[in-house]
């Protein structure tokens, strides 16, 4: 508590040293406090793309526009590195770190020598427990190498108050890391979930029953807002029409609702009654909750980012920040917010084509897993052996470990000979290659892709090849019946880049166009409520929020 009240003194001391500065030109009307923040709200929408960001920022009236007027902003923010995945994306948010440090590569990796049948891993699953595979787990926080924000406050002040609600399992646990005391995610129409052997505490039970009751109701729709008119037209995508939808669903529908603006405004209400009722941000001490928001995602994979359903979602999500930062205003919490997303998103094929973008494709089917293992598993001579293991399209390649050294040096040479020569492939690295390239620095907007790889590189989890394919490749390819109809997780800017948006009340706007991280939140946020990080243990780098003179981070 004295060590606060010094650092705040501090603080005061160093900006009255700025004062003969200040005198000469206007001040401004208002100015943030000099003194850390009660309460530090950490907002990840995932896939909001700067992309998605800049198109609908004209129509901004709710909170995102409360953070784009007031606060500080870098519209082109970067998760850097190369595996723009949801979980690689929510683990440097709060850590300072790319995933060559959290050790979140991807969502999904691939574990050779696990001692179970599913090789494959989910970035938030306990594989240590019984019975565990990547689709059927126990949620945790194992896989996460570095502590979050509020570990580090909370170790650094035990009494600090460390809270995670989000849409999905990994978004919350990433943020909030292993020593969070409330995690709570989406878990089902039964609402609300948390690690096992977690009572449910009456306020979630109360958020559960509040949403039950909204489940049970139907959705007529959203109106479509005046900015989404034109956007208004059928797309067709293998046997799917997507492009005009309002949302609407029958009562009970929880897909439906899932995969909707309602989604969002759920966690958000839950978000405000956990900061209510836990009384966070009225304590001495400074809290900290983390909130994803994870419908903007469900709707680009299901819809497409450019049709009514995006437009729509970015609406409603402004507004429903909205009336969240006024029930903060409203219990008087003073509190600092930063806005990012986990990565960004592109449209569909089919609809790039028909808006100027004619070369858009899907990904040949050739390079899916089961059909890339039977080319290259022919072409090394080894017909009907299991030789590469993948999870998509794209991304790592893992050798089988039951090869030989010989058969493996083949297999290594027939699918970088293949690769390398199909029309659709941008580059393939090998581990060494990537073993081999230096921690990027300097500029995210001019790395180059092998940089970009090394960011996303954790040995014992990275893949022996990784496979990155061109841009303006989907990396869903053409099928019969069509699920997602886009995605992300390319290294290419439309997937690297996002919105970083800090803002408290009082502080001064400025817009910085030029590229920063994700990992540079941390640094920027510890700063601010006088948390010493050792800059060796980050990748990140403290962002001064002063417009003009001063300098948030104490330096
Ligand atoms: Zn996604």
Not at 252 to 271: C, H, N, V, W
Not at 358 to 373: F, H, I
Not at 513 to 524: A, C, F, K, R
Request: charged residues 20%; aromatic residues 6%; glycine residues 8%.
């Amino acid at each position: 508590m004295l060590k606060r009240v010094a650092a705040a003194l501090l603080l005061a001391t160093a900006l009255a040293g700025t004062a003969p500065v200040v005198a000469q030109s206007p001040a401004p009307a208002t100015a943030a406090p000099a003194t850390p923040p009660k309460l530090i709200v950490a907002i990840s929408v995932d896939q909001f793309s700067a992309d998605l960001f800049g198109e609908y920022r004209q129509y901004y009236s709710g909170g995102l526009k409360r953070l784009t007027a007031e606060g500080a902003v870098f519209p082109r923010g970067y998760q850097s590195h190369a595996a723009t995945e949801t979980c690689p994306g929510h683990s440097t948010i709060l850590t300072g770190s790319r995933p060559s440090r959290t050790g979140i590569i991807a969502n999904n990796w691939f574990d050779l020598d696990a001692k179970r049948e599913d090789k494959n891993i989910y970035c938030a699953e306990d594989e240590t427990q019984p019975g565990s595979s990547s689709d059927k787990y126990e949620a945790s926080p194992l896989h996460l190498k570095v502590p979050t924000l509020g570990g580090r406050m909370k170790a650094a002040n035990p009494a600090t108050r460390v809270v995670s609600v989000a849409g999905k399992d990994r978004a919350a646990i990433m943020m909030g890391g292993a020593t969070a005391d409330q995690v709570w995610w989406l878990g089902g129409p039964q609402g609300y979930v948390s690690y096992k052997g977690i009572a449910t505490p009456p306020l979630v039970a109360k958020v559960n029953e509040v949403m039950a009751a909204r489940l049970a109701q139907p959705n007529s729709g959203f109106e479509l807002p005046p900015q989404c008119v034109a956007k208004d037209f059928p797309v067709q995508a293998g046997d799917r029409t997507v492009g005009t939808g309002r949302f609407a669903r029958d009562a009970g529908d929880y897909k439906g609702f899932r995969i909707s603006p309602e989604q969002d405004a759920m966690t958000l209400a839950f978000a405000a009654a956990a900061i209510e009722s836990m009384q966070l941000g009225k304590q001495a001490q400074s809290d900290i909750i983390s909130i994803g928001l994870s419908a903007t995602d469900y709707v680009g994979h299901t819809y497409g980012t450019e049709g009514t359903e995006s437009c729509i979602q970015v609406d409603r999500l402004d507004r429903e920040l909205g009336a969240f930062f006024d029930r903060l205003d409203k219990d008087g919490i003073d509190y600092v917010v930063v806005l990012t997303a986990d990565h960004g998103g592109h449209d569909l094929p089919e609809r790039h084509r028909l808006n100027a973008m004619p070369m858009e494709q899907r990904v040949d089917m050739a390079l899916t897993p089961k059909a890339l293992n039977k080319t290259i598993a022919d072409k090394a001579g080894l017909p009907g052996k299991k030789v590469i293991w993948s999870d998509g399209p794209a991304g790592d390649l893992y050798f089988d470990k039951g090869l030989t050294a010989a058969q493996r040096a083949r297999v290594e040479a027939e699918a970088l000979k293949y690769l390398r020569a199909h029309p659709q492939v941008q580059t393939v690295f090998t581990k060494a290659e990537i073993a081999a390239t230096p921690s990027p620095s300097g500029p995210p907007e001019s790395w180059s892709l092998i940089q970009e790889a090394r960011a996303s590189f954790y040995p014992a989890r990275s893949g022996d090849l990784l496979l990155l394919l061109k841009p303006r490749v989907m990396s869903i390819p053409e099928q019969a019946t069509m699920g997602s109809v886009a995605t992300h997780g390319s290294p290419w800017d439309t997937d690297r880049r996002v919105p970083i948006l800090f803002w408290r009340k009082g502080m001064q706007h400025f817009e910085q166009p030029l590229g920063v991280e994700t990992v540079d939140i941390l640094p920027t946020l510890a700063a601010l409520i006088k948390l010493p990080v050792p800059q060796d243990q980050i990748d990140g780098r403290c962002l001064d929020l002063v417009a003009g003179n001063g300098d948030s981070c104490g330096k």
